[in-house]
């Protein structure tokens, strides 16, 4: 720093040139001595001594300098030298300004060419925004900036903001008009601007089904003559009137669309006219479709086209056309690398890098797509076409076989024929020959197909309930490939059937470690965990199956009755509601929510869900008992009438229903009703001493001459009744002291089962009571239980919830392996 000198103040780069320099004065030139003797002498004429004594030819006439101050000069012949210094000033050098001198430069000054000494530049003049062109570009930034945003919000799902943000581009958009014209700048309009909010406002509209709105943005696009390819904007006009199921308008925007582009584009054309076909098809205008179709399959054939060709044909019933649109479909060119390509070397290390970068990249995903979307549609036109194209749909398949092993899809010629193995097994027709040869031949196949022939084989025999035969063909499957879900599917059923459950639970963990999606796997295991009274295990299957099944109602059925295992009632009804929100008119499921309320003793929210079960399905026993039961013990026994007379509809073998209507009519005060039925009773079981006690009480109330008659019978029943008691007493002891140490095993299972039907004769009946004994009033009689003999002929009650009045099923149901979707597309 000590060598870098400031400059003061008062210098400046530009001083000196506005000063008057009287040497060019003409004015004063006769006042010049020297001037006037050079004139008269030959003094001037003589050669400058420049080199030796520079200086000016002026004598001691004062000169004006760059410094604005005059200084004397010398004569020519006394000039001082260039760059002498005179009263310490410089002589100016204005000439060499650029290399950094200066007028006012001194002795020790330093040298400074850029002027770095000045100290920064001055700021710059802040922008000015108030100008109209800094208003007009402002404004078009935010018109920019809502289209961006309006396009972001759309791809993410928000169309409804899209579509706001779309209104406010257009209305900024009109405001920049605006702003343009008066400040008479209207013929630098942005057009390009225009157009694309125009063109975003009309998509947004369209997006959020606003169609009305759509066409009329559009239709201020068509309309412009100054954008240009506006014509295309009539492919979107006439997609909204596909929507609108406006056919024929549809029909009139595709075509004049078309005659707006130009054949150079050729993939926007084949588009168009694929759209017209697909119009035509859906107005049932085949032959007009066909046309289209066959234009593109000569012009740019692809894969949907050729499908919908072979759907045409077959709306018309044309055979012939029909082959030859198949064939042209087996040979459409997909324009995909071939499988090996992505198959690793050993040799190359940079190549197998590369070539495992590019295995699985979206690129190598949209061929998967591709190739597995081209194999559906030939599969489905194989089916479709089979029986149409020949006599008979074996031969008509047979023909789809043979062209598909000549063409490039050879690896689908064996799931066509399972797939007409699967035809016949369907329609139960065995006895075909051609059902039988091509179910030989799956053992001749590779692994993959003859896996797949025998799990479908398996899971029909399994369905017709013969399990060795299923047994069988699961092995077949899991031997050909033991990676096949479906297979270990279908083994671990078989297993389960012989309830051996702890096995079958390894083969569906299998399956879920080969296909961890799988949900079949996943719901039986749950159910063979709940089987082998592993509850939290089976709870934790069936929570894990609620996450990727969320409507399920099987599912939370279950997951309700786990919670109910495990004595957690509150949990259990949460369940139960959500079951109830997917399938509102599952009677068991109100029915199950009904005993849950009744057993946390709420009686009303119990008493409405079995009602609302019983207005489903009609024909439940336990819940016609326990509606009858509530009636009674509220002392509506009038209403409690109808229920049990359903339930003797229902079991007219059982007595109990019936001396329950005797009763309700009983207890209400209708006794010449009650004895009629009593009456009626008697006729129906002459040996039923209950019967016969009330028919004696009442008789003898009402003051009848019956009563005699009946107590005579009564005596009679009764005497027969313990006759017959100590015949079968003595009997037992009998044989239980020939057999006392050889049948202690057997006794014991004996008692045994019949806990378990006295247990299960107590839960049906625990909301009943009993008849009063004959030695005291009804009215007074004490509740009892009914008899607990009675067995329910429907079976124990379903654990997975079903619709309607479909079939019963107990909780050892479980879910069968489908058929695959590689066989059987839709």
């Known amino acids: 720093m000590e060598n870098v000198h400031l400059a003061l103040e008062e210098d400046d780069l530009y001083s000196g040139y506005n000063d008057y320099n009287p040497t060019f004065d003409s004015e004063e030139l006769e006042n010049d001595l020297g001037f006037q003797q050079a004139v008269r002498t030959s ?89 109209p062109e800094e208003k007009i570009k402002i404004l078009e930034k935010k018109v920019n900036d809502l289209i961006e945003e309006s396009c972001m919000a759309q791809s993410v799902g928000a169309l409804q903001l899209a579509l706001e943000k779309a209104k406010e581009a257009g209305r900024k958009e009109r405001m920049l008009m605006r702003q343009r014209e008066q400040s008479g700048n209207a013929d630098h309009i942005n057009l390009d601007l225009t157009y694309s909010v125009l063109l975003n406002l009309a998509n947004q509209y369209a997006n959020n089904e606003m169609f009305p709105e759509a066409l009329n943005s559009y239709q201020v696009i068509v309309k412009n003559k100054m954008f240009s390819n506006a014509g295309r904007m009539k492919v979107n006009m006439a997609n909204i009137y596909f929507k609108q199921k406006n056919y024929p308008k549809a029909i009139k925007f595709y075509r004049m669309a078309l005659d707006q582009i130009s054949n150079a584009h050729k993939e926007m054309r084949i588009k168009i006219m694929q759209n017209i076909g697909v119009v035509f098809v859906r107005m ?13 399959m000569s012009e740019s054939p692809n894969i949907k086209t050729g499908f919908n060709l ?24 997909l324009g995909i690398d071939e499988e090996d390509k992505y198959i690793p070397s050993n040799d190359d290390t940079n190549a197998n890098m590369v070539i495992e970068a590019i295995k699985n990249d979206k690129l190598h995903q949209m061929e998967r797509d ?153 719901y039986n295991l749950g159910l063979t965990y709940k089987k082998l009274n592993r509850l939290e295990e089976a709870l934790d299957c069936f929570l894990k199956l609620h996450a990727i099944l969320r409507n399920s109602a099987q599912v939370m059925f ?51 869900y079995y ?50 209507v005797a009763s309700c009519y009983r207890r209400s005060g209708n006794y010449q009703k009650a004895l009629e039925t009593y009456k009626d009773i008697h006729r129906k079981f002459p040996e039923n001493v209950e019967c016969l006690r009330f028919l004696v009480r009442l008789c003898t109330d009402m003051g009848l001459n019956e009563v005699q008659e009946y107590a005579t019978k009564l005596k009679k029943v009764e005497k027969m009744k313990e006759i017959k008691e100590q015949r079968v007493k003595s009997g037992r002891e009998g044989s239980a002291r020939g057999r006392r140490e050889g049948r202690e095993g057997s006794a014991g299972s004996a008692d045994s089962s019949h806990s378990s039907n006295s247990t299960k004769g107590e839960r ?63």
């Open 43 to 131: 003094h001037g004429r003589r050669p400058p001594m420049t080199a030796k004594f520079p200086g000016t030819a002026i004598g001691a006439r004062p000169i004006a300098s760059s410094f604005g101050s005059r200084v004397p000069m010398t004569s020519s012949m006394g000039r001082p030298m260039t760059g002498a210094v005179q009263d310490g000033a410089a002589r100016p050098m204005t000439a060499v300004r650029a290399a950094g001198y200066t007028s006012s430069l001194t002795r020790g000054s330093t040298f400074d060419p850029l002027g770095q000494s000045k100290g920064p530049a001055p700021p710059l003049e802040a922008k000015n925004d108030d100008t």
């Open 284 to 296: 049932g205008q085949y032959s007009d479709a066909i046309t289209s179709f066959e234009h593109i």
């Open 310 to 333: 072979i759907l045409c044909y077959y709306a018309i019933g044309d055979r012939e056309r029909m082959k030859k649109a198949f064939q042209k479909l087996i040979s459409v060119p």
């Open 370 to 522: 591709l190739k597995v979307l081209a194999e559906k549609y030939i599969m489905t036109a194989a089916k479709l076409i089979a029986p149409a194209i020949e006599t008979s749909f074996a031969t008509g398949f047979d023909w789809c076989v043979d062209m598909v092993k000549s063409s490039q899809y050879v690896e689908l010629a064996n799931d066509l024929e399972i797939n007409k193995a699967i035809t016949y097994l369907r329609q139960r027709d065995f006895n075909q020959v051609e059902a039988v040869e091509t179910l030989k031949t799956f053992e001749k196949k590779d692994s993959r197909v003859k896996s797949a022939a025998a799990t479908n084989l398996s899971f029909l025999y399994f369905l017709e309930k013969d399990y060795d035969q299923a047994d069988r063909y699961s092995d077949l499957a899991m031997n050909a490939d033991r990676y096949n879900p479906a297979a270990l599917i279908n083994k671990g059923n078989t297993v389960f059937s012989k309830q051996d459950y702890e096995k079958a639970a390894e083969f569906y963990k299998e399956a879920l470690r080969n296909d961890s999606s799988c949900t079949e796997a996943l």
């Open 558 to 608: 279950q997951l309700a009755h786990l919670y109910e295992l495990l004595e957690d009632p509150q949990q259990a009804i949460e369940w139960l509601m959500q079951v109830i929100s997917v399938t509102p008119t599952d009677p068991q499921a109100l029915a199950k929510l009904g005993e849950l309320h009744d057993g946390e003793g709420d009686k009303s929210q119990a008493f409405q």
């Open 611 to 660: 009602y609302e079960s019983f207005r489903y399905f009609p024909s439940n026993i336990d819940v016609i008992e326990w509606l009858g039961a509530y009636y009674i013990e509220t002392q509506f026994c009038e209403k409690a009438i109808q229920y049990f007379e359903r339930a003797t509809l229902i079991q007219p073998t059982q007595v109990k229903w019936q001396l329950m």
């Open 764 to 826: 049906l009946s625990a909301k009943m009571r009993s008849l009063p004994a004959s030695n005291e009033p009804y009215e007074a009689s004490s509740q009892k239980e009914l008899d607990a003999s009675y067995v329910d002929p429907l079976g124990p009650q379903m654990e997975r919830p079903k619709t309607g009045a479909k079939k019963r099923m107990e909780d050892d149901d479980f879910a069968d392996e489908e058929l695959g979707d590689d066989l059987l597309p839709e």
